[in-house]
Each structure stands twice: as C-alpha cells, then as structure tokens.
C-alpha cells in the first residue's frame, strides 16, 4: 500500500484489515476420481483403463489404443454447502497414442470448492462480516510408455490452480463521535499454478494388476487484489502457497474373466494453506466390476477415510457403465453416499451421481 494510498485512508477515517483467509482454508475437497473408479469405491492405482483417465496412476491410461476423449459431470446434494444442490467443475481428459506404445494424455478436474460466510469482531472498534466462495481445479499433461504386454510407466507434470473471492463489510461498533466511515472491499485470492511432477507404473497380466503412483509437492504463489467500493482505491500483496504431495498404490485380479476385483490407498501429507490445517491421512478402498453381456458392466466399492478432510468418513458406491458401437464410445454413471462426524462431532451425510461419456476416434469411422 502506498504512502498516498494510508493519507487517503486516513483522512477519509477508513480502517481496513489484512486479508483474511477462509476458516475452510481452500473449501470442501474431492478425491479426483473418474466415474468407473467412484463406482467401484475409488479403485484405480492397479487398474488398466482405456477408456478415462485417472490421475492417482495416468499410467493406467497406456493400455489405450485408439485416441479420444472423456467428459464427466458431478452433482451433490448433503450437508456440505459449497456442493448441496451443485454441479462440480467438469473432468475433461483426452488421449492420443503413438507409435511405440507411447499414450500423450492430459485431463483437468475440479478438487475443491468454497461457499462459507462468517461474522466477527477484528478488534475493539469493528466488526467483520465476511463471505468467501470460489475453488481449486487439477491439471495433467504427460505420456504414458508401455514397454510391453504386462509393464507401463508414466511421466507428466501435475498442476494446481485456483481463486477465492472474498466480500468483506467491516462495521464500526464505536459510539463516541466522530463514527469512522465503514469500510466495504472485496478480495481477489488468486492461486497461480503451482506445478509438480508425477510418476507412475502400473503391472498388469491376464489375472492381476498392480500400481504405484507419486505426485511431489507444487509451490504457487498466491496474489491478493484489493478493490475498496466506497473509495474506488485498490491494493494488492503476494505470498507463496504450497501443497502437499501424494501416493497412491492399488492391486486387482480376475478370479474369472468377467470379475475384477481391485483395492486402493491413497495418502497425503498434512496441508497448511491460508492458516488452515488438514492432517495427513489416506483412503483405503475395496471394489469390484463385473462384465454382463452386451457391453454392460456393473460396479460397486465401499472407502473409508482415515484423516485429511473428513476424517472417519465411509462411503458406499454403485454404478454401471455401457460401451456401444464395438467400443466407439459409452457412457458410465455411478452414486455413492457418504456419512462422517464433522470436528463438533456433528452427523453429516452426503449423495453424489457422477456422470461421464467417452468417445474413441473410431466413432468417426477411423
């Protein structure tokens, strides 16, 4: 802030505060899973997929033979207000082999979302009142390389991004004239890319499949845009974010051809973002698929969630997926419920449907 920009504040009895984070920290997160692996519980880490993509392992995507494309939607209703009644942030992926069993791949997902509002005394004179929404979304761009039948790696560089806006109405509560003018701004949190790599390998044979993915942590920074409504003046600062990394490991086999039966561990480190603090923890799923005739395949899983955002959580999940026209595209569609105990040791429960089309290159007659 400028020395003209404090005379300003001063002569026109404008009291302002620094910024203030979210008590959510980024919002409520999401395990970035596609709708096949949210059908069977979060399965993924050790198991092929030439449909989608999953970026706990892009590995997985080296078993893909024809180039295409997968969109996915999901939409939540519970006791989590940034996502009652909405519609997440889109998953796109796309994929493009190459000679030599290379996979180019590349998805973007949406991880979190914010929606919270809160009142409170910032010192002896004023009062607060605060509202913050916005969110955080992933990226991957890499390749995947399988050197032969059974053996895959993967290679790519992970992206993290985000904004929160904040409203902000700070109330003189000081009755001895003169009262200082009340002061009205809004903040522009916004997290530039933070970038870390990923490595990935995935074993897979006729009857068992096995994976192994890490992500490193990413370092941003976070740029705060103050624009002040009663004055027309503005402000800006700067600070570095970081996120943690990520490992994420599964095994699957085939009793029989038509039943695929997989278990997953994902885990995190503790995050410390905008003041906030989410342990460290891990998910731990069990899952299976079965292929019905015609291109059908029926799933479910079930996860429980020990730390990270919402410890104690269990989840239950369904789902179904059918592909079409000798495998020129499907569609797959899934629904989970989720109960845990929030920190005030409240009951909270959620339901999320999941939705997602894919399509091969062989659609356009290739």
Same mark, same amino acid.
């Given at each position: 802030?400028?020395?003209?920009?404090?005379?300003?504040?001063?002569?026109?009895?404008?009291?302002?505060?620094?910024?203030?984070?979210?008590?959510?920290? !980024?919002? +409520?997160? /999401?395990? &970035?899973?596609? =709708?096949? #692996?949210?059908?069977?519980?979060? $399965?993924?880490?050790?198991?092929? @997929?030439?449909?989608?993509?999953?970026?706990?392992?892009?590995?997985?995507?080296?078993?893909?033979?024809?180039?295409?494309?997968?969109?996915?939607?999901?939409?939540?209703?519970?006791?989590?207000?940034?996502?009652?009644?909405?519609?997440?942030?889109?998953?796109?992926?796309?994929?493009?082999?190459?000679?030599?069993?290379?996979?180019?791949?590349?998805?973007?997902?949406?991880?979190?979302?914010?929606?919270?509002?809160?009142?409170?005394?910032?010192?002896?004179?004023?009062?607060?009142?605060?509202?913050?929404?916005?969110?955080?979304?992933?990226?991957?761009?890499?390749?995947?390389?399988?050197?032969?039948?059974?053996?895959?790696?993967?290679?790519?560089?992970?992206?993290?991004?985000?904004? !929160?806006? +904040?409203? /902000?109405? &700070?109330?003189? =509560?000081? #009755?001895?004239?003169?009262?200082? $003018?009340?002061?009205?701004?809004? @903040?522009?949190?916004?997290?530039?890319?933070?970038?870390?790599?990923?490595?990935?390998?995935?074993?897979?044979?006729?009857?068992?499949?096995?994976?192994?993915?890490?992500?490193?942590?990413?370092?941003?920074?976070?740029?705060?845009?103050?624009?002040?409504?009663?004055?027309?003046?503005?402000?800006?600062?700067?600070?570095?974010?970081?996120?943690?990394?990520?490992?994420?490991?599964?095994?699957?086999?085939?009793?029989?051809?038509?039943?695929?039966?997989?278990?997953?561990?994902?885990?995190?480190?503790?995050?410390?973002?905008?003041?906030?603090?989410?342990?460290?923890?891990?998910?731990?799923?069990?899952?299976?698929?079965?292929?019905?005739?015609?291109?059908?395949?029926?799933?479910?899983?079930?996860?429980?969630?020990?730390? &990270?955002?919402?410890?104690?959580?269990?989840?239950?999940?369904?789902?179904?997926?059918?592909?079409?026209?000798?495998?020129?595209?499907?569609?797959?569609?899934?629904?989970?419920?989720?109960?845990?105990?929030?920190?005030?040791?409240?009951?909270?429960?959620?339901?999320?449907?999941?939705?997602?089309?894919?399509?091969?290159?062989?659609?356009?007659?290739?």
């Amino acid at each position: 802030m400028t020395f003209f920009t404090c005379i300003i504040f001063a002569l026109s009895g404008i009291f302002t505060v620094d910024y203030q984070p979210p008590p959510d920290g !980024i919002g +409520s997160e /999401i395990l &970035l899973l596609n =709708t096949r #692996s949210f059908g069977m519980g979060g $399965v993924c880490a050790g198991v092929p @997929d030439s449909t989608s993509f999953s970026m706990l392992n892009p590995a997985a995507s080296a078993w893909t033979r024809d180039g295409g494309v997968c969109f996915g939607g999901r939409y939540s209703e519970g006791d989590v207000k940034a996502w009652d009644n909405q519609l997440g942030f889109p998953m796109v992926s796309a994929f493009v082999p190459l000679p030599g069993g290379i996979v180019i791949s590349g998805a973007i997902e949406g991880r979190s979302r914010l929606d919270t509002e809160l009142q409170e005394a910032v010192n002896d004179n004023y009062t607060g009142e605060f509202t913050w929404s916005g969110g955080f979304a992933e990226t991957y761009t890499g390749i995947s390389v399988r050197t032969n039948d059974w053996l895959a790696f993967s290679f790519g560089g992970r992206c993290s991004f985000g904004n !929160i806006l +904040s409203d /902000i109405i &700070l109330v003189s =509560t000081d #009755s001895i004239p003169p009262i200082p $003018v009340n002061s009205v701004y809004r @903040d522009d949190a916004r997290f530039r890319m933070a970038w870390g790599g990923t490595l990935g390998v995935l074993i897979n044979t006729d009857r068992l499949g096995l994976g192994f993915s890490i992500s490193t942590d990413r370092k941003g920074t976070l740029d705060v845009d103050r624009d002040f409504i009663s004055t027309g003046l503005a402000d800006s600062s700067s600070r570095m974010y970081s996120l943690p990394g990520e490992v994420s490991a599964g095994i699957s086999f085939r009793p029989i051809e038509r039943l695929l039966i997989g278990m997953d561990i994902y885990s995190r480190k503790a995050m410390n973002i905008l003041d906030s603090h989410t342990d460290d923890g891990s998910v731990y799923s069990i899952g299976a698929e079965i292929n019905v005739e015609g291109g059908i395949s029926a799933r479910c899983g079930f996860s429980h969630m020990n730390g &990270l955002w919402r410890n104690g959580a269990d989840t239950f999940t369904a789902g179904a997926g059918y592909s079409f026209s000798e495998e020129r595209a499907g569609i797959d569609i899934a629904a989970g419920y989720q109960y845990w105990h929030d920190l005030q040791d409240r009951f909270r429960e959620e339901t999320v449907l999941c939705v997602s089309l894919w399509v091969t290159e062989k659609w356009l007659g290739r």
